[in-house]
């Protein structure tokens, strides 16, 4: 299947329908997708995502095995923190024009690491060694503006989620072309370390 065929074969709310599908695979114990020697092959020439994610770092955070996909199907972006920069934007961009992505997905996760040295640098003032104080101080607006005395850091995670989300959709021409004429989705949510749930999020 080429991207043409993949396009009008999966509609953008297919797209999200088949990652909540798989999540729930997962978290119910029954995944889909194991070994894939033979679709390693198929795929060495050419690659047609559905869905763009992007997410955080954290190793406790598989995309493609929380999801239950095979390889070939998610184009993944992930940064500490699952915020936009320049370079992931771009990257976010090539799935959709050139891959032919029909979803973006935000994905935030609980006790995300990044979120809580924001939480910890505006409470205690610590500064994190070397060049990671810049991805700190780049999260620190949706910390400041979640401030609370409790559940700080899973507001923030959320806060995270929305504003990414609409960071996407204000900043790149690509994807409010794509959604104006219904090809793509652009939505958000948060992985719960111990569940394995995937919750949506209103943006």
């Known amino acids: 299947m080429d991207r043409e065929e993949r ?3 999966i ?14 695979r997962f978290t119910e114990g029954h995944p889909t997708f194991g070994l894939q020697s033979a679709h390693r092959v198929e795929l060495a020439s050419a690659q047609y995502p559905f869905a763009v994610v992007l997410g955080c ?18 184009f ?5 923190g699952n915020f936009l920069d320049e370079y992931g934007l771009a990257t976010l961009e090539y799935g959709i024009a050139i891959l032919g992505a029909r979803l973006v997905f935000v994905l935030g996760h609980s006790s995300c690491g990044a979120l809580t ?10 500064v994190a060694p070397g060049t990671i104080q810049h991805l700190v101080e780049r999260l620190t607006p949706i910390a400041r503006a979640t401030r609370r005395d409790r559940g700080w850091v899973e507001a923030a995670v959320h806060e995270n989620v929305r504003a990414t989300v609409t960071e996407i959709l204000s900043t790149s021409s690509i994807v409010a072309d794509a959604v104006a004429q219904n090809k793509l989705k652009v939505v958000g949510g948060t992985y719960d370390l111990a569940t394995g ?7």
Not at 11 to 24: D, H
């Open 197 to 203: 749930l995937v919750t949506p999020i209103e943006s």
């Open 11 to 24: 509609s953008p709310e297919a797209a999200l329908a088949e990652l909540q599908a798989g999540n729930r």
């Open 7 to 9: 396009e009008r074969a």
């Open 117 to 126: 040295a924001a939480v910890d640098y505006l409470e205690s003032g610590h």
């Open 57 to 74: 770092s954290d190793s406790r955070v598989p995309v493609e095995t929380l999801f239950d996909r095979p390889a070939g199907d998610l």
């Open 76 to 80: 993944v972006i992930r940064l500490a």
